[in-house]
């Protein structure tokens, strides 16, 4: 399994950004997936996760309003469109995957030890 994050850089304050993550070596409409973040000296913490096929997404209270998180699943991607980005967004932003026990099964997972697989990061810096 590949997860493979990209669209990461330096914005100020107040601006955009669209993460993207390409998944290989699985069956990605099997997954549910997610975006994770961890700033230098922290946790990893949860951002946003979405079910197998985009119906149901679930964020993070520090994010929610202001983070949208898709997938095309034609094209084994997931997505991250963090608007309103504030100094407290700069982090390390993580794609990962958890395999899909049921058709309706829960996306409220926020703890990390229960992904089972994680791509290399991307940075996301944001300036005052």
């Known amino acids: 399994v590949q997860l493979q994050a990209s669209g990461g850089g330096l914005v100020q304050a107040g601006g955009s950004l669209r993460l993207s993550c390409a998944a290989s070596?699985?069956?990605?409409?099997?997954?549910?997936m997610a975006w994770f973040r961890q700033a230098p000296g922290k946790e990893r913490e949860f951002v946003a996760s979405?079910?197998?096929?985009?119906?149901?997404?679930y964020y993070a209270d520090s994010v929610k309003g202001r983070f949208t998180i898709s997938r095309d699943n034609a094209k084994n991607m997931v997505y991250l469109q963090m608007n309103s980005l504030k100094p407290e967004d700069t982090a390390v932003y993580y794609c990962?995957?958890?395999?899909?026990?049921?058709?309706?099964?829960?996306?409220?997972?926020?703890?990390?030890?229960?992904?089972?697989?994680w791509g290399q990061g991307t940075q996301v810096t944001v300036s005052s």
């Open positions: 990962t995957k958890r395999p899909r026990r049921a058709v309706y099964d829960t996306i409220e997972v926020v703890d990390p030890a229960l992904y089972d697989a």
């Open positions: 979405i079910s197998w096929n985009g119906d149901r997404a």
């Open positions: 070596g699985l069956l990605f409409a099997s997954n549910i």
